[in-house]
């Protein structure tokens, strides 16, 4: 089945530091997406990203598609950013595989 | 934007019972539909993708016989958990196409007692 590996599991930082998030997929990938998870279950779709780096205020994610990676960057974090983070990727069009997410719990 | 709506929010069935649960997209035509669940302290499962006009194709554990699927036009999906038990609890999201980004309804957090 498709796998993907996503790490670290859990981290906790302190307000400021710097956060990596990574995703590693078994095989080629379309496109794939990261997602932060409310509290409540509802996903919000952080970035679409098939190729290369994007970039939206402190998060930056790059995926490389011929190495079947991505990463989520968080820099300057806050205690906002606390939360769990998905990644999922799309073998085929319309439907997405799931890592097992990252709790990030970010303390003052 | 692209919208999508799930009804309802929350629910709780008896065990054995069954319950309905509906994907509305928005502002987009959805050629595809694809429901996932979420158990406690798991990640997200697709269950089945649902294309208009094609067979739906559900993932291994999961069937048509239990999870029915109506996916009547662009716009509207819907599954049914026949029989719930306590392993169905969880919260179930509806993932609806647009080209290759998929947008996410809020989910339907079901219980079973």
């Known amino acids: 089945g498709q796998q993907v590996q996503q790490s670290p599991a859990s981290l906790v930082l302190q307000e400021g530091e710097n956060a990596e998030l990574q995703c590693n997929f078994s095989t080629s990938l379309n496109s794939m997406q990261w997602f932060y998870q409310r509290p409540e279950g509802s996903l919000v779709s952080l970035f679409y990203n098939p190729s290369g780096t994007k970039q939206s205020g402190r998060l930056t994610s790059t995926t490389v598609i011929k190495e079947r990676r991505s990463s989520l960057h968080i820099s300057s974090s806050q205690i906002t950013d606390s939360g769990t983070y998905l990644c999922a990727f799309m073998p085929n069009y319309n439907v997405l595989y799931f890592g097992s997410g990252t709790k990030l719990t970010v303390e003052p | 934007g692209a919208l999508v709506y799930q009804y309802p929010r929350r629910t709780i069935c008896k065990s054995g019972t069954s319950m309905r649960m509906e994907c509305q997209a928005v502002g987009f035509q959805a050629t595809s539909v694809a429901w996932y669940r979420q158990s406690p302290q798991k990640t997200f499962e697709l269950i089945a993708l649902?294309?208009?006009?094609?067979?739906?194709?559900?993932e291994q554990n999961f069937t048509q016989e239990k999870f029915p699927i109506s996916h009547p036009n662009l716009s509207f999906s819907s599954m049914t958990v026949l029989n719930a038990y306590l392993e169905d609890r969880g919260l179930y999201l509806c993932g609806a196409s647009r080209q290759a980004e998929v947008f996410f309804g809020k989910g339907t957090r079901l219980t079973v007692v």
């Open positions: 649902s294309t208009v006009n094609s067979a739906i194709k559900y």
